[in-house]
């Protein structure tokens, strides 16, 4: 933690004095701004040509490339694409889909993740080397290879559905909510960062704990987790972000709409005559969670990242 | 929690148990007094209007009758291909799907659907383009078709001083040169020419292997479907390669065009598009003197695509009689008619076709009837066209892009003849 924010503050202190900058330090710093300054041109572009493709209609759109004109909200602008898609798609339940899946599955993956690392990390047994290098290990196996194997494995198991005032016993996972979450709780990145960044926490502290009685569950409950802020941000946002993006998967187990997330939900727009204006509403509509998300947590997971970078 | 709480919370685990088990034994009995239940599955999400027919047709048939449920599951066109791959991995198909023209024959060998089982004069009257044949039986029909179509501005061919040509008389691959340098020479447009070549997927296939037909090539040898040897690579699927190649070496086409054609070429970049009907009425609502023109002769005749969405019945089905009585319900002109009118594309049949008023004999868009009629070369009927199309797709991607046409073709032959073989001849 000193050495995080050691070095996430010396760049700020050193430019937070322009009166001691010699000639040399006040050019570095131009040419810094103006590199940050294309950065953010280059980064920032595509979204601003989103949100603005959004108030136009198709022909104009395709009319204004090629000039500015593609990043100015001119001609004729209207909000008819955003009354487009909620005519079109069930907007509202999509996003609400896409809101319960991410929300579970963050929560249900800082709480498992977080329980495996401690394990890992703090707790002394024979063979969690082998069992990290495990885990760790599955990292290289990219998800589309597991996709059918899943597929086949969920189609197998039980499920209770609730059928007026009782409940029946049903085979398979499809079409539900948790095959959509489930699958995705266990993560072995999200295990690695929690237990590199428990691993960081100084053990004299569960001894402490440990004299004043407490049990594991009680130090990883009341110790470690109140000190792993940044790594809980970072977990959130990392878990999040492919739960909110999620297309292969539910387009394999989820047949009906009312349980479609928002990335099956752009594709309705994908017609033989596609309405760009409303994918571009639609595409906006759906971003502005992810950057909320991103703007509530981007401290912590700017300082996660840094840490685990110089951790490395 | 005390002990009566415990005690109330484990008379009711118990109650929620033993109506948990009660419902288990009866679950799958319970169904068995009401009519059956027939799950159709879609690809129309997002398409309102075909998405209204479709649910209007199995709402008549819901109420004609009281033995079967039709229910309906729409899915986004994009999504529906591999949702029903994956529904097949893990034996969830429904009774009936609809099935894009060119994967019938996949479809079929894979098992994912089987014979319609309807008589055959079921069909009389119907462009063959729409129906999915598999050795000679009907597994699928459809209610349109497309067609593809090029089109201008009757100002522009004016202008250019190239004569409008006809069904009766197409342009000739040297009138089709000979109009797109007199465009080009006009120097209004960015280009004479936009065959999409910024799109991808089946669009090339559907779009680029007409031309090669017309050239005198194809996509394999379709007396056995054994291979592709001479039919993909000969002299004249060599001449189409090179053509096609030097359209964009002569600046008349661009070598990737913008992501939607019929919008560059109503915003004024393009003298001269080809595409399929669907641009029809956004051409029209922009231009009070936009022509419909047929696609050129280049040695052959002229050859457009054929075969579009069609209905089938899924293999598995428990109730195939009901999803075959459903099928032979909806196999109605009146359908047709909604259809067509509903989406806008040549109706299958000719009797539907003469209650559409754009369609009947001397309609605005009878072109697009009379050019699925005559010009249509359906798309192979083999299991292997799913790979034959990928691999075409990636050949003409590789002309287009300057790669040598003869190495390019070979290679393509090869990657096809060697998929047949691996796959036993795709004859299981």
């Given at each position: ?147 059918l ?164 | ?42 690809h ?36 529906y291909n591999d949702a029903v791959v994956a529904a097949a991995s893990?034996?969830?198909l429904?009774?009936?799907v609809d099935v894009d023209g060119p994967n019938v024959a996949n479809w079929a060998w894979a098992g994912y659907i089987q014979p319609m089982g ?10 063959e383009g729409t129906l999915g044949r598999v050795d000679g039986e009907v597994y699928a029909y459809g ?58 997927g089946e669009?090339i296939s559907y779009?680029?292997s007409?031309?090669?037909q017309?050239?005198?090539?194809d996509l394999v040898d379709r007396s056995d479907f054994q291979s592709a040897e001479?039919a993909l ?72 695509g054929a075969g579009s969405w069609q209905w089938a019945l899924a293999e598995g ?60 070369v359906v798309r192979p009927e083999t299991p292997a066209y799913p790979f034959i199309s990928s691999v075409f797709q990636k050949a ?16 393509a032959v090869a990657d096809i003849d060697r998929d047949i073989q691996q796959n036993g001849g795709y004859t299981s």
């Open positions: 933690m000193t050495t995080m924010s050691t070095l996430s503050t010396t760049p700020a202190a050193t430019t937070r004095a322009p009166g001691g900058k010699t000639n040399g330090t006040r050019r570095r710093s131009v040419l810094v701004t103006v590199l940050r300054s294309v950065l953010v041109v280059f980064f920032a572009f595509p979204i601003l040509f989103m949100l603005v493709s959004s108030l136009k209609p198709d022909l104009q759109i395709f009319a204004d490339l090629g000039s500015w004109r593609a990043f100015l909200p001119v001609g004729d602008v209207s909000l008819d694409n955003y009354i487009g898609v909620f005519d079109r798609v069930p907007f509202g339940q999509f996003i609400l889909n896409s809101i319960v899946i991410s929300g579970v599955t963050v929560a249900l993956g800082i709480l498992v993740n977080s329980m495996a690392a401690f394990a890992l990390a703090r707790l002394r047994w024979r063979g969690r080397g082998v069992v990290l290098s495990l885990i760790l290990a599955t990292l290289i196996v990219p998800f589309e290879t597991l996709a194997p899943l597929l086949w494995w969920v189609n197998k198991l039980p499920s209770l559905e609730a059928d007026g005032f009782s409940l029946a016993f049903k085979q398979g996972w499809l079409d539900t909510y948790q095959v959509q979450i489930i699958p995705f709780v266990a993560n072995a990145f999200s295990v690695y960062l929690f237990y590199q960044y428990f691993d960081s926490i100084p053990r004299e502290l569960d001894e402490a704990a440990r004299m004043d009685g407490a049990g594991w569950f009680a130090i990883y409950r009341k110790v470690v987790m109140p000190l792993s802020g940044p790594a809980i941000a970072t977990v959130a946002i990392l878990t999040f972000l492919p739960a909110w993006n999620s297309y292969l998967w539910p387009l394999m187990v989820v047949q009906s709409e009312e349980l479609r997330p928002v990335m099956i939900g752009l594709q309705y727009f994908f017609q033989m005559n596609i309405s760009w204006g409303q994918v571009m509403a639609y595409s906006s509509l759906i971003t502005i969670p992810v950057v909320a998300l991103f703007l509530a947590f981007q401290r912590s997971f700017i300082n996660s990242i840094a840490s685990s970078g110089v951790k490395g | 929690m005390s002990r009566r709480n415990r005690r109330i919370a484990a008379a009711s685990l118990s109650v929620l148990a033993v109506a948990g088990l009660a419902a288990c034994s009866s679950g799958t009995g319970g169904n068995a007094d009401g009519p059956a239940t027939i799950s159709l599955w879609t129309a999400g997002g398409n309102d209007a075909e998405l209204d027919v479709v649910n209007g047709i199995v709402e008549d048939f819901n109420a004609s009758q009281d033995q079967y449920v039709v229910e309906v599951q729409d899915f986004p066109q994009d999504a893990s034996n969830n429904p009774c009936i309807l008589p055959e004069d079921t069909f009389e009257g119907q462009l209610y349109f078709d497309v067609a593809l179509a090029m089109y201008s501005r009757q100002s522009i061919l004016d202008d250019a001083g190239v004569r409008v040509p006809t069904l009766e008389e197409p342009w000739t691959k040297d009138e089709f040169m000979d109009a797109l340098a007199k465009i080009d020479g006009l120097e209004q447009y960015d280009y004479a020419l936009d065959m999409g070549t910024g799109g991808t669009w779009g680029y007409p031309q090669l017309s050239f005198g090539g001479g690579n000969g002299p004249e699927a060599l001449e189409w390669a090179q053509w096609f190649r030097g359209l964009v070496d002569d600046g008349y086409m661009a070598q990737t065009s913008g992501e939607d054609s019929t919008a560059d070429f109503v915003n004024g970049k393009s003298g001269l598009l080809f595409t399929g009907n669907w641009a029809d009425t956004t051409v029209k609502d922009a231009f009070d003197d936009a022509v419909v023109l047929p696609p050129p002769d280049l040695g052959t005749g002229p050859k457009i089905c428990e109730e195939a009689d009901g999803a075959r009585e459903y099928l032979e319900f909806a196999h109605d002109t009146k359908y047709f008619v909604e259809y067509g009118n509903a989406v806008g594309l040549i109706p299958a049949t000719l009797d539907a076709a003469a209650e559409i008023p754009a369609y009947a004999e001397g309609g605005e868009n009878r072109i697009y009837l009379e050019m699925a009629d005559q010009f249509a003409a991607s590789d002309i287009l892009a300057g790669g040598d046409p003869r190495s390019i073709l070979d290679k």
